[in-house]
């Protein structure tokens, strides 16, 4: 089966840099994606990565080590709305079809 | 601005009564799923679709079931709900290409007394 891992909550600053690691097993990898879900809200696509390397999207970037079976989100220059939690999801093969499977959730809570 | 809605957003219903739960999306995805989550927890996966008459079990167990008869449309059944079934239920489409992004509509939060 799949399984992921990932922080259950992490704290920062207005301004700050913050990083959301995530660690996964699953069989037939094809990429790594990461939502953001506000209380209340329904998940929002934030980035994908299928290879190796960093993907930046504004004050968005995700990495990913598919040899390490690894990946992080990093927000840069954190606002109070980026208060949230952040989900990583592996998108694998199983039985011939490609189902997403979604970590526990990361809480990120920004101080001011 | 992803188009999937979802009806009703918020329900109270009492033990036994049958319920569906409505999903549309005018993309013109074939890829379709439901979810459920409980409050601070992930999401997971309870049916998917490919495609018109396509329906899968996801992960979790569920005693729900699905039909997909229009590309646009993946209701949710549930014969007879249980307190058990109290949870915000998610549905998500996808275009189906390299990204595989999901698109979720608002949910329905379920409470069965």
């Known amino acids: 089966g799949q399984s992921l891992e990932q922080p259950s909550e992490v704290t920062a600053v207005e301004g700050a840099i913050v990083q959301i690691n995530c660690t996964y097993q699953?069989?037939?990898?094809?990429?790594l994606s990461w939502y953001q879900q506000h209380d209340g809200g329904a998940p929002t696509f934030l980035s994908y990565?299928?290879?190796?390397g960093l993907e930046e999207t504004g004050r968005f970037s995700s990495f990913l080590s598919r040899s390490d079976s690894y990946g992080y989100l990093l927000l840069q220059e954190l606002q109070m709305k980026d208060s949230a939690s952040y989900f990583c999801?592996?998108?694998?093969?199983?039985?011939?079809?490609?189902?997403?499977?979604f970590g526990r959730g990361t809480s990120l809570i920004v101080h001011p | 601005e992803a188009d999937i809605y979802q009806t009703p957003r918020y329900l109270v219903i009492g033990t036994g009564k049958k319920i569906t739960l409505e999903c549309s999306q005018t993309?013109?995805?074939?890829?379709m799923y439901w979810y459920q989550q409980d409050p601070g927890m992930e999401l997971h996966l309870i049916h998917y679709?490919?495609?018109?008459?396509?329906?899968e079990k996801g992960d979790l167990s569920s005693e729900s079931t699905v039909s997909r008869i229009r590309t646009e449309h993946f209701p949710l059944t549930l014969e007879s709900a249980r307190p058990s079934h109290t949870s915000q239920y998610l549905c998500?489409?996808?275009?189906?290409?390299?990204?595989?992004?999901?698109?979720f509509g608002p949910g329905t939060r379920l409470l069965v007394l």
């Open positions: 699953t069989s037939g990898f094809y990429g």
């Open positions: 999801a592996v998108r694998s093969a199983s039985g011939g079809s490609y189902i997403p499977t």
């Open positions: 679709s490919y495609g018109v008459n396509s329906t």
């Open positions: 990565n299928a290879l190796d």
């Open positions: 998500a489409s996808s275009d189906g290409t390299g990204k595989e992004t999901q698109y």
């Open positions: 993309m013109g995805h074939d890829k």
